[in-house]
Every structure is written in C-alpha cells, then in structure tokens.
C-alpha cells in the first residue's frame, strides 16, 4: 500500500510560483511512475506532468514550458514547480503513483487570483 501526502498549495496571483510536493511511503519509491493531476469545479480531472521511474517526463499542452516535475528517488518525493501561474490552473492538485495499482494524494488547493 502506497501512502502519499502533498504539500504546498495556497492562494497566488497571477504570474506567481508556487511548488507543490509529495512525498510518499509504503513502497519502494524508486519504481514508481508518478503524477500530478488537478480537477477544477464542474470539469474532469486531467493529468498535468508525470515522470517514469527512470526520469522521463511529460506534460499537457496547456502547462508546457511554465510546469516542471520532478523527483528526488532519496527523500521519496515528488516536485511540481508551477511558474506564471494563470487563474485556468486554479484547481484542487492530486498527487498520483503508479505501480500494479494506482494511488492517490488527498488533493492541496491551487488558487491563482488577484
């Protein structure tokens, strides 16, 4: 059983930065193939950047270029950078891990607003 727990949300205005982090336990993280993913009010929840056990990333169209994800394998956690932050990303922000099965974070709010 996977056990993660993100961190790192809150309030920001537009053009902002923020870093959203997960840390996970349960497991060996090093073979996990991680995620984030965001749900806004009234829509379906999309994947935003995942990175493979080996490094390899990728991201939606819509955050390419301003969102990073990345992993450091000996602290078991997982980085999401969000730079010029833009009120369509507000969204509550889900940390996923893959491995046989599928596991999720409880979700930390993003809001980009003036």
Do not use: H
């Amino acid at each position: 059983q996977v056990q993660l727990v993100e961190s790192g949300g809150g309030l920001v205005q537009p053009g902002g930065s923020l870093r959203l982090s997960c840390a996970a336990s349960g497991t060996s993280f090093s073979v996990l193939r991680m995620g984030w993913y965001r749900q806004a009010p009234g829509k379906q929840r999309e994947l935003v950047a995942s990175i493979s056990s080996t490094g390899t990333t990728s991201y939606a169209d819509s955050v390419k270029g301003r969102f990073t994800i990345s992993r450091v394998n000996a602290k078991n956690t997982v980085y999401l950078q969000m730079n010029s932050l833009k009120p369509e990303d507000t969204a509550v922000y889900y940390c996923n891990a893959n491995y046989i099965a599928t596991y999720w974070g409880q979700g930390t709010q993003v809001t980009v607003s003036s």
